[in-house]
């Protein structure tokens, strides 16, 4: 019958067997030491980066003349990219040239029509300060500070000032002549206002040759007459001739 012998008393019997395996393999180490050696290399490989490999560039998109930024550079671009561009600078220097000369016709318009001396509508608000400050107008229309001036009539009342019929011509010597009409409204009345200026080439402001009001049923009005002014300063006659 085979004896029965508890664990501790194995490990006794078998501790000199497994001292002397250790001494004939000296060189030898314990499974736990390699186990634990075997973890660190292979930590340690595992946090060494792996070279990356640069990604080649997107392709770029194909230059148009809708698309065009000026990104790319030009001699990046094919002849068909350059062709591209061009027409679309070609065409952006245009509309900024358009835009310059429409922009200086209207800002000549607006001096030479509104805020210029000599014109349309500074002789018209002139013309119309004028009629106001004449007794005789005030006597057939009513009060200066009521009367009210406007150009040509129109379907539409609210339109009624918007445009004074107006003519501008030069004479063979030289001199300018801007006629114009309008129509004035006070309480008493309305009239026709007639203006005629004269500018000759020496001078350098518009001068009243007739600045005249028609009042229906009454005489016409004189507020400016250039030729009573020159009938006034040619000498009498005596015995039907001027003698200075």
Known sequence: MAAIHKPTEV??????????????????????????????????????????????????????????????????????????????QSFNFVVVITGLVLGGGVCYYLFTDVFSPSSKTAQFNRATTRIRQSSEVQALLGEGSQISAFGEPSWSRLARNRYISHTLDTDQWGTEHMRFRF??????????????????????????????????????????????????????????????
């Open 11 to 88: 490990i006794q019997l078998l501790r000199p067997a497994i001292k002397a395996q250790r001494m004939s393999r000296p060189d030898a180490r314990p499974s736990r030491v390699a186990f634990s050696t075997c973890r660190i290399t292979q930590a340690t490989h595992s946090s060494t980066p792996s070279p990356i490999t640069p990604s080649a560039p997107p392709p770029r998109r194909r230059v148009t003349v809708t698309n065009d930024t000026g990104s790319v550079r030009w001699s990046e671009l094919s002849p068909a990219e350059k062709a591209a561009r061009t027409t679309q």
């Open 183 to 244: 129509y004035v409204e006070g309480p008493l009345g309305q009239g026709v206002v007639h203006v005629h200026l004269t500018k000759r080439p020496s001078q350098n402001n518009f001068e009243y040759h007739t600045l005249a009001v028609d009042v229906k049923g009454h005489q016409r009005v004189y507020v400016e007459n250039a030729e009573e002014k020159k009938e006034s300063k040619i000498a009498p006659k005596i015995f039907g001739a001027r003698w200075w």
